[in-house]
């Protein structure tokens, strides 16, 4: 499906977007597809390197902000893609301002950062909404839909790849952090969204090498989900397997064409903006998730 395939016809103003970041997943990502529209309009990019911010504003007619604050008087909605120190601690400035935000995950490297940035958008009553990037595709939507209706006794998932042994998204946050922070909200958000919500996470292992966690579900479920950003495979495997007095479920999302979640992204983020109203995949989604990432390890 086509980045800029959207339906039904978009009727309301674009939103004005201000892109904060110019690396690898900025310019593959957020910028293109906050440009192809017709919801969305990519107005201007500030970065730390101006030069990269030119580089991933220029192939969209977007302008380059000389300061954050420029950009923020440019927008109605800031999207972030840099490390997550640094989105926790622009998009309180940016909700402070007024502006919708569209999230990386995680939320923050802490949970009490994510928790002062969740503060603040209730404060500010703006809109939010986090890019888990499975959640938007028809497939999962669809597995989640039948998972929803089954009586699922309990689940393996893992998601494994070779990212952090080199190449683009080898960076320093990930090297330090790991695969919790990087993959584990992708996981347990659909683990979540799956079986019923988590009430209880153990870890287990390393998370820059290899990590397990067990997870309880009030539904009295109990998932596993392996994972590693460190290991060598041809392609990343993203995996989910229901059991339980029914066929196996599963969700491959290794085989998943990520380039159908952009429109649905991009269009229920402006949705959510034109209405006041977000989803229910918005900060409180990542402040949840954050949760159990710090409970998993001990914190």
């Known amino acids: 499906m086509p980045v800029t395939t959207t339906s039904p016809t978009w009727t309301h103003a674009p939103v004005r977007v201000g892109l904060v970041g110019a690396g690898p997943w900025a310019r593959a990502v957020h910028a293109r597809v906050l440009a192809a529209g017709p919801e969305t309009r990519l107005t201007s990019v500030w970065a730390r390197r101006p030069e990269a911010a030119r580089e991933t504003a220029a192939p969209h007619g977007a302008a380059v902000a000389a300061t954050f604050e420029e950009l923020l008087d440019d927008c109605e909605a800031v999207a972030f893609s840099v490390p997550p120190s640094v989105q926790a601690t622009l998009a309180v400035r940016a909700a402070e301002a007024g502006k919708a935000l569209l999230l990386e995950k ?87 969204a799956a079986l019923g919500p988590i009430v209880r996470v153990r870890g287990a292992g390393d998370p820059r090498r290899w990590l397990e966690l067990t997870c309880e579900h009030d539904s009295g479920a109990v998932s596993q989900a392996s994972l590693s950003g460190s290991v060598d495979v041809e392609r990343g495997i993203t995996r989910i397997e229901l059991f339980g007095r029914h066929p196996e479920l599963v969700l491959d999302g290794g085989a998943l064409d990520h380039e159908e979640s952009w429109p649905v992204l991009r269009r229920e983020f402006a949705t959510a903006v034109r209405s006041g109203r977000p989803g229910e995949l918005d900060a409180h989604r990542g402040l949840h998730l954050q949760t159990l990432m710090a409970q998993a390890l001990g914190d």
Request: glycine share 10%.
């Open 106 to 192: 995680p939320l923050a490297l802490g949970l009490p950062s994510a928790r002062r940035l969740v503060d603040a958008i209730d404060t500010s009553g703006v809109v939010s909404q986090l890019v888990l990037t499975n959640r938007y595709h028809p497939v999962t939507r669809q597995f989640l839909a039948e998972a929803r209706e089954l009586d699922v006794s309990g689940a393996r998932a893992c998601c494994l790849s070779g990212a952090f042994l080199g190449g683009d998204f080898a960076t320093p946050w990930r090297l330090e952090h790991g695969a919790l922070l990087d993959l584990g909200p992708h996981l347990l958000d659909l683990l979540d």
